[in-house]
């Protein structure tokens, strides 16, 4: 039986391995004095089949010593975490109101977003509801130049071409327009495309989120002042939690 890794608890390197394709599951708990909850999330050390083949030791090796960085920028681990930088700097927008603009990286080959004054608006726009595609675009050139909306119903305009940026074969931009036409047709690679990379890392946090919150969590009981801890499930009676208080003379 193959063994699962140690417990990953941030939520955003997480959904970049299971977008990788490597198998995962969550265990959810809730420690009894604070109320926190806690996310942890294991996974198998190889990909599934149908994934492109990987071992997780590698691929989180490469990432914690900067070579996928340098090697490899267009690593799809990368790609994600760019989306997830991109969308968290998109839901500050939407929910404080903090303008993002979208600026280069080193060598030009990638943008980011950054507190400040949103990017002129071209001559072309698209609008869109899908902040995790604008959020993936944005990594690639495509920057978002106004929101509106409110709730769940936000509206983003984006650029309908990209900035220029620096390819292996020199400067290129990307056609925002196609990409969301064919995204919604269901016709890019999933594996090979730097949109598709970041896009599909957003989804898998989107279902890893999704998951904690159905899940039942198991409540972290520990004695005062002792490593003596138990752990019950978060739908156990009154009963039993009552018990285990009693065993460890909480009141």
């Known amino acids: 039986m193959e063994a699962w890794s140690a417990p990953e608890r941030n939520t955003q390197i997480a959904a970049c391995f299971a977008a990788l394709g490597f198998p995962c599951r969550i265990e959810k708990q809730i420690d009894a004095a604070t109320g926190h909850t806690t996310a942890s999330f294991f996974f198998r050390t190889h990909t599934a089949p149908g994934f492109p083949p990987a071992t997780l030791s590698a691929i989180r ?9 340098r090697d490899t920028p267009h690593h799809p681990l990368l790609m994600g975490m760019r989306a997830m ?6 839901m500050d927008w939407m929910k404080q109101g903090r303008q993002q603009r979208l600026v280069t990286t080193a060598q030009r080959q990638f943008t980011i977003y950054k507190p400040g004054d949103a990017n002129v608006q071209e001559s072309v726009m698209v609008d869109t509801g899908d902040i995790d595609a604008c959020a993936a675009l944005a990594s690639i050139g495509v920057p978002v ?32 327009a196609q990409l969301l036409k064919e995204l919604r047709a269901g016709t890019l690679d999933e594996f090979d495309d730097d949109f ?12 890893l989120l999704g998951a904690v919150k159905s899940q039942r969590a198991s409540v972290l009981i520990q004695k005062p002042g002792s ?6 499930m978060e739908n156990a009676t009154g009963t039993m939690m009552d018990k285990v208080k009693r065993h460890f003379k909480i009141a």
Do not use: P
Not at 146 to 175: C, P, Q
């Open 145 to 176: 130049c106004s929101i509106d909306g409110y709730g769940n119903n936000h509206r983003f305009r984006i650029s309908a071409m990209g900035i220029d940026l620096m390819g292996t074969h020199g400067t290129y931009n990307v056609d925002a």
């Open 196 to 207: 598709m990379a970041g896009y599909n890392a957003l989804k898998a946090r989107r279902d």
């Open 85 to 90: 930088h991109n969308l968290n700097a998109l």
């Open 61 to 69: 090796q490469s990432y914690d010593s900067g070579d996928m960085e």
């Open 227 to 232: 490593m003596r801890r138990a752990y019950v």
